[in-house]
């Protein structure tokens, strides 16, 4: 595929990738709220923040373009991704990506170990923070656990930051019955939105600059809306049509992509399965062109 990038169309790199690349950030309005609650968040060294948005709508990129800005001689970050455990092995997992996991087992209590090397930090002059992903899948008992090693502190400083990323679901689990203490905690929450047709065309061409973009090819008006409607604005999605689209226009040796090019290689997604259908409408492609119909 990269062969069809450089050698047709010129392009230094591969624009579309599907895997997260914060050298290709877009900061569209939500995107920068979010990152603006996550500065102002560090800056005040205390709390948790909770940035939530559905799947594909660049979360992970966000928490990457974020540590990629922050001084790691001063910094400490620990990155927790499956946390569909019960609290005692969270504890245990924080304790692994610190490094601290093996001196813990020798001695007789996890959080000491913990609130130790937390006070070395601090007396360092370094800041800790933990990123939890995917947080929605925390049960109420891990964040309680999470809120309790949060309140460990050294010289009136509390020593430990908790950022929560996920799905929609988080914000319902922090506000449950009983969840009071952890959210009267939270200075910051933010929410990724999907994008609109204007922020997805202007997406779509700042990922292309990027990557050494000269206007080959040409992406009609028709081409911006149709990837819009059927990514549903998801920034994963998004790269997902365009990468097949280029694919599709390379081996046809096509320097403008147009509507018909666009909707072939839509109709090829549903088909396989990769792209969400809607549960009114369906597709047919029986007289050569894209018509929704309803159910």
Not at 261 to 274: Q, T
Request: hydrophobic share 40%.
């Amino acid at each position: 595929m990269l062969d069809i990038y450089k050698s047709f169309y010129n392009l230094e790199e591969q624009p579309f990738r599907l895997s997260p690349d914060c050298r290709f950030c877009f900061s569209h309005p939500s995107y920068t709220n979010a990152f603006s609650y996550l500065k102002y968040a560090i800056s005040e060294g205390e709390g948790f923040v909770a940035i939530t948005g559905d799947p594909g709508t660049g979360k992970t990129t966000l928490i990457a373009s974020l540590l990629a800005e922050l001084d790691k001689a001063h910094v400490q970050v620990a990155t927790l991704a499956n946390v569909q455990v019960d609290s005692a092995n969270l504890l245990n997992m924080v304790l692994e990506e610190l490094e601290l996991l093996e001196l813990s087992q020798r001695q007789a209590n996890p959080i000491s170990t913990l609130k130790k090397f937390l006070i070395q930090q601090h007396k360092n002059g370094r800041r800790c923070i933990l990123i939890v992903d995917e947080a929605q899948g925390l049960s109420t008992t891990s964040l309680e656990e999470l809120r309790l090693i949060s309140n460990l502190q050294y010289d009136n400083r509390l020593l430990l930051q908790v950022f929560l990323v996920g799905q929609d679901p988080l914000m319902d689990l922090i506000r449950a019955p009983g969840m009071e203490q952890l959210h009267q905690r939270l200075i910051a929450a933010s929410h990724l939105e999907p994008l609109d047709l204007t922020e997805t065309t202007a997406y779509i061409k700042h990922r292309l600059n990027k990557a050494g973009w000269d206007n080959d090819p040409t992406l009609t008006e028709e081409v911006m809306s149709l990837i819009c409607k059927f990514s549903y604005g998801v920034p994963r999605r998004i790269n997902l049509i365009c990468h097949r689209l280029f694919l599709y226009g390379g081996l046809n040796q096509k320097h403008e992509l147009i509507g018909e090019d666009a909707l072939h290689v839509i109709v090829e997604l549903h088909k396989e399965g990769l792209l969400p259908s809607s549960t009114h409408k369906q597709f047919d492609n029986s007289a050569g062109s894209l018509k929704l119909i309803s159910s």
